[in-house]
């Protein structure tokens, strides 16, 4: 019969903690607080792997059926919270003053929390672009096992990749006679152009210039109409203003617009947690460069690096899923959205009539 420690290795675990400061004889009372904090989040990034990882298998195949979504859903929203808990996490950290980081953060270099290998792996198996990184080098802090590993490790589809395919192959958005991209952008134009005969008449009412307000709705207009452009959503693309194929982009869309016909409740669900997802990740992020900021300021990370300064650019530009979060700039009012011809709209309820 199994017993408790047993089971949890506590032996291994509560005896895994090695304070440099003691080694150095200048034992300093909060280091215990900072390896037991970063413990714990290593644990948690395996945790969240592990998770990430079953989603991209369940998705990662010819036909996803609906169930499986909903598995994603519950184990992608486990992660949204497992990662809430680690922003959180920092406040523990933060009970410890600069004053008392002071007393042995020189025994930790060249150390550093952009060491961590599980964190790499984990931005990459969500799907960061390496284009995107601030730094390109950063793999070379890593020992050489351990560059073995992340780039073993992450061989396979991304939780990006496997979300693109996934939306690509999306049912419903067309037949014969219908198309939703071609609906949708009549309703968009004819939107407009009440925005447009709306303007005019308050100008005309005021005596003032509607120009300016015009060419806004032009701009807007513009935007709009590049999503169902081919050639124009391929500039975007080379650019690198949009990461996701048309195909999937659109049918984000599509789900976002009829997200209340049954069959698309649980597939928007799981793209609103994905978008949670990116900025969960984000806020950790954040997190991580408010508490650098107090404990060093301005100072050169323990690794190397520009540690406040880097932080904070990996924060604003290493978003992985922007493509979905920016969808909400195409969305229209319910009053415009054009109705879905009955051959769809049928399909898209779990019971189609009453007998």
Known sequence: ?????DYLHLDTLLN?????SEKHGAP???????IITHQTFELWFKQVLFEVGSVIEELNRPYVEEWRVGTCLSRIQRVNTIMEHLVNQFGLIETMTPGDFMDFRAFLNPASGFQSAQWRILERTLGLPEVKRVLKNYAEALPPNEQEKLAD??????LFSVIESWLEKMPFM????YAFWEEYRKAVQAMLQNDRDEVIRLAEADNNDPADALRQIDLNESGFLSLFDSEQYNELLEKGSRKMSQRA??????????RDYPLLQVPYRLLDAVIELDQRVSQWRFRHTMMVTRMIGMRIGTGGSSGHEYL????????????LTSLSSFMIPRSATPHLPTEISSRLQF?????
Do not use: W
């Open 174 to 177: 067309e037949t014969e006679s």
């Open 312 to 323: 904070m650019q990996t924060t604003l530009r290493q978003r992985i899923f922007d493509d």
């Open 351 to 355: 019971v189609n009539e009453f007998k």
């Open 153 to 158: 490790s992450t061989k396979g589809p991304t």
């Open 16 to 20: 895994a903690q090695h304070a440099e």
């Open 28 to 34: 300093a009372h909060d280091e215990l607080l900072f």
């Open 1 to 5: 019969m199994i017993k408790y420690s």
């Open 249 to 258: 982009t659109i049918s984000a869309l599509f789900i976002s617009t009829y």
